[in-house]
């Protein structure tokens, strides 16, 4: 079992910075960690992913270039790091753990955080 918990959200400005953490307790061992994404009213999706080394990432093309995954495994912790935020970016975050390589569907996610609520304001 890994028990991911989300911290770090919070309501910021368009332009604005956030960064998101998630310490995982339990079996800490995972292939790959997630990020997700639900706005109101929609779907939810992922955001970035990270492979155990850090080496390998992926990130959604709407946050590309804005949001960095890392992961500080002595410390079993992963983080996202957002910077100019928009708007759009409100939605509650979700931290997940995948025991499959190259995980991106929701489905191949094991243990999923409570999320974070992130609020963008205009």
């Known amino acids: 079992q890994v028990q991911p918990v989300e911290s770090g959200g919070g309501l910021v400005q368009a332009g604005g910075s956030l960064r998101l953490s998630c310490a995982a307790s339990g079996r800490t061992f995972t292939s790959y960690m997630g990020w997700f994404r639900q706005a109101p009213g929609k779907e939810r999706e992922i955001v970035a992913n990270i492979n155990w080394s850090g080496r390998n990432t992926y990130y959604a093309d709407s946050v590309k270039g804005r949001f960095t995954i890392s992961r500080d495994n002595a410390k079993n912790t992963v983080y996202l790091q957002m910077n100019s935020l928009k708007p759009e970016d409100t939605a509650v975050y979700y931290c997940?753990?995948?025991?499959?390589?190259?995980?991106?569907?929701?489905?191949?996610?094991?243990?999923w955080g409570q999320g974070t609520q992130v609020t963008v304001s205009s």
């Open positions: 997940a753990a995948s025991l499959w390589a190259g995980a991106r569907s929701q489905s191949e996610y094991d243990y």
